[in-house]
C-alpha cells in the first residue's frame, strides 16, 4: 500500500521533471523569443483558469471605473507578463548578463542610503525577479527574501537561478531570516523582498480604498535597525527591457516601533497603488490582497 509520504514523494518527482524539462527546452531558444511564446501561450491558455476570474474581481474592487473591455484587456495583458516572467525566470543568468536590457532611476537612493544598511520592498510588477539588479547597479552586494516552495525539488531549480543576483544570501522567509536580516541591517548590509502580497499576521492598511492585509516584516526591521526602508518597481518597457526605479519611503519616529512599522508600510503601499495605476496590466491581480 502506498502511503502519503510516497505519494508526496512521487508528485514531487513529477513536478521536478516537468519544470527540469521546461527548463531545458526554453533554453534551446533565445531569450527574447523564450518570452514572447510563452507570453502567448499564457495570454490565449490562461484566461480558462479560476484565476482569471479572481483578477477581474479585483479589477473591479480596485479600480471600479474600468469598463468590463477594459478589464478583460488588462487581465490578457497580464497574462502575458506573468507567462513572459516564467519564460525569463528559467533565463535569468542570460537576461541578467545583458546590460542593454536595463534602465536605472537610482542615484538619488544611492546617495541617501550613502554606506549604511538599508531594506528595500518591491511588487510582483513589471519582473520582479531582476528587482536585484538595481542593487546591484548601484555597488550594493544584496541579501534577498524568498517564500519557498513546498516542493524542495524545484525549490532548487528556482533557487539556484536566482541566487546569483543576491552575493550577500538568498534567504527563506521565516523568524530566524528576520532575526539575520537585523543584524545584516544594522552591521551596513542591504536587503530586498517583495512586500504586497497578502499576510494575515501582519496589518491592515488601506489599499485602492479598501482594507488590505499586509506584512510588517520589511517595515519593522528597517525600523528597529535606523536605517532607510526604499520602495523599489521594475516596469517593462517592451520585450525584455526594463526600468528599475527606486525612491525612499519617509519612516515615522513616534517612540512607538509598532506604529511606525504599519504607517511606514501603509505609506509603500501608497506608492504602490500609484505605480499599479500606472501600469495596470503589469502588476499581478491573481493575489489574494484584501481583507
Known sequence: MTTNSELRGLRYRAEWAALAFTLWLLRLLPPDTASWLMGKAWRLVAP???RHRRALANLSRAIPELSPGEKQRIAGDMWENLGRIAAETLQLDRISADATRFDYDIDAVREAVGDGGAVVVSLHAGNWEVTALGGLAAGWQPAGVYQSLKNPLTDRILYDLRARLYPAGLLPKN?????RLLTL???GGRTAMLADLRDRRGGVIPFFGHDAYATLYP????????????????IRLSGNRFRIEARIVEMPDTGDRKADALEAT?????????????YPSQWMWIMRKWV
Open 185 to 187: 541591517a544594522r552591521s
Open 219 to 234: 517595515a519593522t526591521i528597517a525600523r528597529a535597525a535606523g536605517v532607510p526602508l526604499v520602495a523599489s518597481r521594475v
Open 48 to 50: 480558462f483558469n479560476s
Open 266 to 278: 501603509r505609506r509603500y503601499h501608497v506608492l504602490f497603488e500609484q505605480w499599479i495605476r500606472e
Open 175 to 179: 523568524h530566524e531570516t528576520a532575526r
